[in-house]
Structure formats: structure tokens, C-alpha cells
T-cell receptor, first 112, second 112 residues
């Protein structure tokens, strides 16, 4: 069964460094998302991407964040200058229709 | 701001018991998803309900979407230890690209 994959599974970085989190959505899906989950908290929406552009973003998704779909398969989230509070589990999700989203296993980001 | 409240937060039961988990909001959602999440992993989609009053069954799990599309329930019949986990509901708003609003989850423990 097709699934969303994410790399790396874990990332440790120093505050102020740039990180790129990678995702391979399910083939033929049209809608792509990033969510994050701070330890012990709810899963929260960051950004949605459709037709090669951002369709919606949350207040969390400020100028330090960017997303890209550089080719037909990868979907990336870049954090330009990481802060301590960016430490979280980051989930990529994709869907064929808007109502149904399939999540990847996540990347655990730790900012020191 | 759309919010989803899940209850109970924690549930500890014996194998063979029945249980119901609730997901409530004052907002209307265009659809609602139920996920199960294991520690350190991504949410795994169980079901999507779209129509008010809709009932879906997945083996021993029964999902219901409220008539007004503001609430949902998950009922498990004859719970088994393998049902142990964190159950999340997530609602999709209307008119956008359906970012998901997550509840805080119900942590279920089923003891043999």
C-alpha cells in the first residue's frame, strides 16, 4: 500500500541553522501539507500546497519557513534560522481529495 | 477559531468492554477524520466522515458524524489489547484547502 515517506527521521541542529525536511507524498496525490506536533501538544497545521503554490498557511508559518516541490515527487519544508521553539515532530501529509489526508511517519527536530 | 474537544482524555478498560470516545465542537466541519497515533509515529487514518448523520463501521469500530456536523463519536465493541493507543479526531473546515484541526486525543489502554 502506498505511503508517505519522510527523511530524515531525526534531525539535531544548532539554533540559527537552516534545516530542510523532506517528504515524498503518495504518488498521484494533489494536495500536500505540513503539520507539526510539539511534545505533549496537539497536532497543528502549518501550510497547505496545491497546484505548485501555497494555498493556506497558519500564523506559525512565518518568513522563516518555506515549502517547495522541486520535482514531481519531493515536497520540502525549509526552516531558515531555527529557534529553540521549533523543536517538534514535523509531519508531511498528502491527499487525493481535500477531505482525506495521509500522514508520514514524521521528522523529529531538536534545536539546541 | 475552530476547536475540537475530545473526551475522555484517558480511558483504561478491561479487554472485552465497550467504549465510546467523543469529539465535540461549536463549529461546523465539512468532514471529520479519525486517526490513531502510536508514540513517535505519524497519525494513521482510520476513517473519514463527510455527511451529517453518517455512520461508518470498521470491524469493531463504529464512527458517527453528528447531524449538524459539529460532533463525532468513535465506539469500540469488545475492546482488545491491540486497540491500545491514542485516538485523534480532526475536522476539516469548509471553503479552503481543508487544513485539519486536531483534537488533543483520547489515550486508550485496554488491559488483558
Amino acid at each position: 500500500e502506498p505511503e508517505v515517506t519522510q527523511t530524515p527521521s531525526h534531525q539535531v541542529t544548532q539554533m540559527g541553522q537552516e534545516v530542510i525536511l523532506r517528504c515524498v507524498p503518495i504518488s498521484n496525490h494533489l494536495y500536500f501539507y505540513w503539520y507539526r506536533q510539539i511534545l505533549g501538544q496537539k497536532v497543528e497545521f502549518l501550510v497547505s500546497f496545491y497546484n505548485n503554490e501555497i494555498s493556506e498557511k497558519s500564523e506559525i508559518f512565518d518568513d522563516q519557513f518555506s515549502v517547495e516541490r522541486p520535482d514531481g515527487s519531493n515536497f520540502t519544508l525549509k526552516i531558515r534560522s531555527t529557534k529553540l521553539e521549533d523543536s517538534a515532530m514535523y509531519f508531511c501529509a498528502s491527499g487525493w481529495v481535500q477531505e482525506t489526508q495521509y500522514f508520514g511517519p514524521g521528522t523529529r527536530l531538536l534545536v539546541l | 477559531t475552530q476547536l475540537l474537544e475530545q473526551s475522555p482524555q484517558f480511558l483504561s478498560i478491561q479487554e472485552g468492554e465497550n467504549l465510546t470516545v467523543y469529539c465535540n465542537s461549536s463549529s461546523v466541519f465539512s468532514s471529520l477524520q479519525w486517526y490513531r497515533q502510536e508514540p513517535g509515529e505519524g497519525p494513521v487514518l482510520l476513517v473519514t466522515v463527510v455527511t451529517g448523520g453518517e455512520v461508518k463501521k470498521l470491524k469493531r469500530l463504529t464512527f458517527q458524524f453528528g447531524d449538524a456536523r459539529k460532533d463525532s463519536s468513535l465506539h469500540i465493541t469488545a475492546a482488545q489489547p491491540g486497540d491500545t493507543g491514542l485516538y485523534l479526531c480532526a475536522g476539516a473546515g469548509s471553503g479552503g484547502y481543508n487544513k485539519l484541526i486536531f483534537g488533543a486525543g483520547t489515550r486508550l489502554a485496554v488491559h488483558p
